[in-house]
Nanobody
Framework: QVQLVESGGGLVQPGGSLRLSCAAS???????????MGWFRRVPGKERELVAN???????NYADSVKGRFTISRDNAKNTVYLQMTSLKVEDTAVYYC???????????WGQGTQVTVSS
């Protein structure tokens, strides 16, 4: 079992920045089996969108809509993944969900979600 706790959401003006964090906890055997970590976001009435993910060795992947504005990083020693969001736009408003995908069976664990609202 892996538990994910997110933090860092909130209200920000267009053009502003936020940093999301997601800390994983659980048994040592479970934590060492985490492969990819990342973030999805969901807006009511729309499909869930992959924002970015990062492999255990640092390989990253971004949605076209956030390339050049968002940066995902990972601290394996702290079992934490970060999403630095800059130049935020109104359309980035969503609930952001962290996930951790297990190496063996590709099962995904999910965080509780954190609201990001971009508004003037």
């Amino acid at each position: 079992q892996v538990q994910l706790v997110e933090s860092g959401g909130g209200l920000v003006q267009p053009g502003g920045s936020l940093r999301l964090s997601c800390a994983a906890s659980g048994s040592i055997s479970s934590i060492t089996m985490i492969d990819t970590m990342g973030w999805f976001r969901r807006v009511p009435g729309k499909e869930r969108e992959l924002v970015a993910n990062i492999g255990r060795r640092g390989t990253t992947n971004y949605a076209d809509s956030v390339k050049g504005r968002f940066t995902i990083s990972r601290d394996n020693a702290k079992n934490t993944v970060y999403l630095q969001m800059t130049s935020l736009k109104v359309e980035d408003t969503a609930v952001y969900y962290c996930y951790a995908q297990m190496r063996e069976n590709l099962y995904k664990y999910w965080g509780q979600g954190t609201q990001v609202t971009v508004s003037s």
